[in-house]
């Protein structure tokens, strides 16, 4: 039996077509209830020592797949040239 490769059907191409295009349009928004959740996990995870992974915590974050991390988008003018 020799093993064959298949090339009866187009392989997609990688970064192209549809594949990335649907990815853009499940962009999270960054709003005020988003903003919340996180902050309130977050000051119950170092308020109170509770662990990411405690039902207090995941009840907050679980319905919307969110994480305890904050993105600053402030820029640092120090370094810049």
């Known amino acids: 039996m020799s093993s064959m490769l298949n090339t009866s059907r187009p392989r997609p191409e990688y970064g192209h077509g549809t594949r990335h295009e ?29 662990a990411v992974d405690t039902p207090a915590i995941e009840e907050i974050l679980r319905p919307q797949s969110l994480v305890p991390t904050v993105v600053s988008t402030k820029i640092d003018t120090c370094c810049q040239y």
């Open 22 to 50: 649907g990815a853009k349009t499940l962009a999270r928004v960054d709003d005020e209830a988003r903003r919340w959740n996180v902050k309130t996990a977050r000051d119950i995870i170092y308020s109170k020592n509770y």
